[in-house]
């Protein structure tokens, strides 16, 4: 069976900080996970996160810093909003809101980081594929 | 002559651009223009016709179009700038790919695509409560479109469009019409149709037709404009054998009207009405929403400075080129409401109320120009009542 696409969409402070410390000390993460570093979650929004599933993402999971962490302010709380608003989306079209999740992280947290990782991973998988596979916009920045 | 030049020239020949005097009626009518934008339909005109050499110049332009007809409509030669736009943007995106600004960075556009996956089992009716009566399947269907994404995706503005598919549904109901709601309809596709899109916009079409079809569907009600443009005079065009009956829910309920039996309840409100583009200049419904409205006794009906055939646009059309303009637009539009003293705006597209409700939003505002904005299905739905005699 073809592996799932798994995205991630990462803050670069707390969350990108483990996700460095954990490929330092070579813990093993899952293959078919992608990585987008983002300065903030707060940079985030509805769209781009409804983007990774129109482009063939089975599962998205977003890695945030914790809430008292944010080093611009608001960051993880937006993210909780569109967060709330996406999954309900996702629901409306028939996709699951399961599909997209967000985990937060403390700077020194690696193995959390890679668990949860390990764990989406186990869910998405038991999900299997997303059901919306549109064929991809010609979009030209 | 090259191939695209050739495409250029049918467009300019099926919309009848050749005509154009260049009085300059379009650009002095133009909500863009009018607002600010350095934004000229009649220097574009000019330029497909005689300077197609400034691509980067016809690109800009093409994609700045607000699309709401304005200009069609004061146009002496009978161009009917709109359509010549969307033929454009149709070419351009084939050839130079899908550009335009798509407002909230192209997240509705992005939801309209993912539908058109064809096996996804959406849960769409979540919203169905006691207050309406509804089947799965049968030979008139109630068309909801985008209705309940739209509530989540703009809950930060707390605009709530479900109640114009909910109010619809009730004044079915009140005739008699129990119509079936599809779980898995798709979008109509006006807005990807009207931003480039036009591949997954057939694919839309047929999705949808096939879903009618499934169900046994002979006649579909329909309350957006968007919604009923599109499946009334695009989608016979995709789909050859097309049979299905398209019904605007307000003429429906005018001919209903007319047989006598209902009446209106009195509503003691000054009202305005905002004409939506796709209603009114687009599918040419003017007097149905104002004759429907007059029937109701004791409600003060006002007319803004700009109304019927002059309307102006809601500031944004197919969700692409939201900007400072548009803001400027809707503002303005909004104090023409508020000039005619109603307290009531009546709008009959929910592009229109979100748009509109945006607006009333703005902080900086400070709510001075908040005013109550409801769908005319609404207004009818409450007020409807069965004649005495």
């Known amino acids: 069976m073809k592996p ?73 709380e937006v993210g909780h909003v569109n967060v709330q608003r996406v999954r309900k989306l996702l629901r409306l079209l028939g996709i699951g809101q399961q599909r997209l999740i ?27 594929p997303n059901p919306a596979k549109p064929r991809q916009e010609q979009e030209v920045s | 002559m090259s191939e695209y030049e050739q495409k250029i020239d049918k467009i300019i020949r099926d919309q ?22 350095e934004y000229s339909p009649r220097l574009l005109a000019h330029k497909i016709i005689a300077e197609r050499e400034d691509e980067a110049f016809i690109e800009n ?147 949808n037709y096939h879903e009618f079809k499934a169900a046994g569907v002979e006649e579909v009600v329909v309350s957006c404009p968007e919604c009923f443009y599109m499946l009334s005079e695009y989608m016979p065009q995709v789909v050859p054998e097309f049979d299905i009956k398209v019904t605007l829910l307000i003429e429906l309920l005018e001919r209903e009207m007319k047989k006598g039996g209902m009446a209106f309840r009195p509503l003691k409100r000054k009202v305005t009405f905002q004409d939506p583009c796709r209603l009114g200049r687009i599918c040419g419904r003017y007097d149905t929403p104002r004759s429907l409205l007059s029937l109701i006794p004791e409600m003060g009906f006002r007319e803004m400075e700009n109304s019927g055939r002059s309307a102006v646009c809601c500031g944004n059309s197919g969700f692409i080129n939201c900007d400072a303009y548009s803001k400027r637009i809707q503002v303005q539009r909004l104090h023409e409401a508020k000039a005619t003293a109603a307290d009531l705006l009546v709008t009959a597209c929910p ?19 908040a005013m109550e904005i409801r769908d005319l299905a609404s207004v009818l739905a409450d007020q409807i009542e069965w004649a005495a005699k």
């Open chain 1, 102 to 128: 967000e985990r937060h992280f403390a700077s020194h947290e690696k193995e959390e980081l890679v668990r949860a990782l390990w764990k989406f991973d186990e869910l998405i998988t038991a999900l299997g």
């Open chain 2, 61 to 207: 332009s093409i994609w700045e179009c607000l699309t709401c007809g304005q200009c069609g409509e004061r146009c002496p030669s009978g161009v009917d700038f709109s359509h010549l736009i969307l033929e454009m943007r149709t070419l351009l995106a084939g050839t130079k790919g899908l550009k335009g600004y798509r407002s909230h960075d192209g997240a509705l556009h992005s939801w309209m695509r993912l539908m058109t996956s064809p096996n996804l089992q959406q849960e769409r009716l979540g919203w169905i409560d006691t207050r309406v009566r509804v089947a799965a399947y049968g030979k008139l269907a109630f068309f909801t479109g985008c209705a309940p994404y739209f509530d989540v995706f703009f809950s930060g503005i707390r605009v709530d469009t479900l109640s114009i598919v909910r109010d619809s549904v009730r004044l079915l109901n009140f005739m008699g019409i129990v119509p079936a709601l599809l779980a898995n309809e798709r979008c109509c596709g006006h807005d990807l149709l009207w931003t480039g899109d036009r591949e997954n916009f057939e694919t839309l079409c047929r999705l």
């Open chain 2, 351 to 369: 592009k229109c109320m979100i748009h509109l409700t945006c607006t009333m939003r703005d902080p900086i505002k400070h709510g001075s120009l």
């Open chain 1, 4 to 76: 799932v696409n798994l995205l991630g969409i990462c803050c670069n402070w707390s969350p990108y900080a483990c996700y460095n410390a954990a490929g330092m000390a070579r813990l093993k993460m899952p293959p078919n996970f992608r990585l987008v570093r983002v300065m903030c979650i707060g940079r985030i929004n509805q769209a781009l996160i409804l983007r990774a599933f129109e482009y063939g993402a089975d599962g998205v999971i977003l890695l945030e810093c914790k809430d008292e962490d944010c080093r611009y302010g608001p960051g993880p």
């Open chain 2, 16 to 37: 009848s651009l050749y005509q154009c005097l260049e009085c300059g009626k379009c650009s002095a009518s133009c909500p863009r223009q009018l607002a600010g934008k």
